[in-house]
């Protein structure tokens, strides 16, 4: 019972905390840069950036909580590049998931994230909810490839041996999931269940 407890604590843990770190890029502006946080994950988080260095001025106020919803990019900090000389700087980024009704809320984009299994969809001339799941994917959080199958008939020919009819025949998606093929996922929901399952 004794390890059973630390064993059941750390796979609490372990469920709650993120995939992905959240990850800092920088955006030259004229005579500016600006930093942006990057949440690849689905849950929001707060983070408080503190730039140090030489050769910028920044604000002078006490560095802020940000909130950073999940999966999108927002604005941290910009700070002003002294003319013709080279910033030299390092920063601090501070992470909570526990978030905080202070925390500043500012404009946040929505990203495309690197799905757990690369998803490949083939569409053929005959597919009725092509265009439809294709819509709601480039909506959706995954990046993603697509090809029309009469555009690219290279592909077309990779393809035909792992099917036993005609590929102009098949009504419905061709999906690649992982390096697997499937031809029964409808629409985006399903897509999105066939994603989860290992």
Known sequence: MKLFLPLLLLLALRSTAQERPIQVVTEDIPNRLAFYAINENDEDVDVMLTVSGT??????????????????????????LIRGKQPNYTYDLQVNDSLSRRALRK????????????????ITNEC?????????????????????????PELKDQL???FPTTLDSISTPIFNLGGRLYTRI?????????????
């Open 128 to 152: 009725q909810g092509c265009d439809s799941i294709l819509v709601a994917m480039e909506r959706g959080k995954y990046k993603f490839n697509a090809h029309r199958l009469n555009e690219r």
């Open 55 to 80: 050769n910028f001025r920044q604000s002078k106020g006490r560095p802020r909580l940000v909130r950073v919803p999940g999966v999108s990019k927002v604005h941290l900090k910009t700070i002003i």
């Open 186 to 198: 409808e629409d985006y929901d399903q897509l999105l269940e066939k994603l989860k399952q290992d």
């Open 160 to 162: 035909r041996s792992s």
């Open 107 to 122: 404009e946040a984009k929505p990203i495309k994230v690197k799905p757990k299994k690369s998803i490949t969809l083939y």
